[in-house]
């Protein structure tokens, strides 16, 4: 691993400030910018940074541990659902934040997702924030800074990340070794998002799963057994979508227990928090997955449209209103995914009111 905060293609100038926020840090930042574009993993480097006594020498115990995850000082916050609950940040975070550091010099609370805290969490959070620990630094993500908790934002230094151009993301999977035409390709379909143009990447079924979407409503027949197939189709999807990260998280596992022993640990300190994490990331790529795919969909729909405005008026209307429709049935499902997770009935019941 070389020195960490210095390779993030198109956000120097948030670079430059975690750098100097390293060498002299302050009691909270918030580091807020589009979803992908590098904000998630310049926050890890940020806290490996601020808990190594080299200042991010990529290569220390501090460095790595924190890099992986399993850092005692370095504490992720973890939403339960949603958002974060009130309980959760009084008593977990609340507890952690008052904590004295157990290895390295000071903790780092990291808390993803600040911008989607309801206004009593904020208000818990606010608390927290308000009455510091000298060892505590708190680190906030965030997609953008929403007025209603400017009080959080004013007792933090921000670090801002920009949107990353289709160049941009482009040139960051050419970085990782794909080729220059189907970084183009992926790095277009992504929408200046990196993780999502990374994970199209890896993935060589991609394209076939989006043509899969696309097929739908011509295979919808008006009955429910047809719905029923396209649904087991869309579970076996998205089973088969994770299975590499699930073999990935897997070896991780194996190899973490095998550093533990070397140490002379019984099983795997932190294995509650390592596979919450896993989890997550299952839970993160699905649903992903599931946007793209009702993306598509709600394509489909879209460019029929398109297309019958070209036969006169009351054609191109009911079109319109099909299109408004479906792009209003598939907003309700993914809010609805979010909450709920039986997606399995919310999606017949979609694949029905198209049908
Ligand atoms: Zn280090």
């Given amino acids: 691993m070389t020195r960490l905060l210095n390779d993030f293609v198109g956000q120097d100038q948030a670079l430059n400030l975690l750098r100097s926020a390293v060498a002299n840090p302050v009691h909270a930042y918030v580091l807020y910018g589009p979803t992908g574009c590098g904000v998630v993993p310049a926050s890890r480097e940020f806290a490996a940074s601020l808990v190594c006594e080299y200042g991010g020498c990529g290569e220390c115990s501090d460095c790595v541990k924190a890099m992986r995850g399993i850092h005692p000082d370095v504490i992720v916050a973890m939403a339960e659902g949603p958002t974060y609950g009130v309980e959760y940040v009084k008593k977990s975070l609340g507890v952690w934040a008052m904590r004295q550091p157990l290895e390295a010099k000071r903790t780092v609370m990291v808390i993803p997702d600040a911008d989607g805290m309801t206004a009593q969490v904020a208000g818990a959070f606010l608390k927290m924030i308000e009455e510091p620990v000298a060892s505590t630094i708190f680190v906030l ?192 499902l993914r809010l609805s995914l979010v909450r709920n997770p039986r997606q399995n009935l919310a999606l017949e019941r979609l694949l029905l009111s198209l049908a």
């Avoid at 035409?181 to 394209?207: H, N, T």
């Fill in 141 to 332: 993500l965030a997609t953008t800074l929403p007025k209603q908790h400017i009080t959080i934002w004013s007792r933090c230094a921000e670090i801002p990340f920009r949107l990353l151009s289709v160049e941009e993301v482009a040139q960051v999977l050419v970085n990782d070794g794909v080729d220059q035409e189907q970084a183009r390709i992926l790095a277009e379909g992504a929408g200046g998002d990196v993780s999502r143009a990374r994970l199209f990447a890896d993935d060589p079924g991609f394209a076939e799963r989006l043509a899969w979407w696309r097929s739908v409503p011509e295979r919808l027949d008006g009955t429910g057994a047809m719905v029923v197939t396209l649904v087991e189709e869309i579970e076996a999807m998205l089973a088969a979508v994770v299975e590499p990260l699930t073999v990935a998280h897997a070896e991780e596992i194996e190899e973490l227990k095998e550093q533990a022993q070397m140490m002379g640990e019984r099983g795997l300190p932190g294995g509650e928090a390592i596979s919450k994490r896993h989890k997550r990331e299952l839970r993160r790529i699905q649903s992903r997955e599931l946007e793209a795919g009702l993306g598509a969909l709600a394509g489909v729909y879209r460019h029929r449209m398109h297309e019958a405005m070209g036969y006169g008026a009351a054609t191109a209307d009911e079109a319109m209103h099909r299109a408004a429709a479906v792009s209003d049935a598939i907003t309700k």
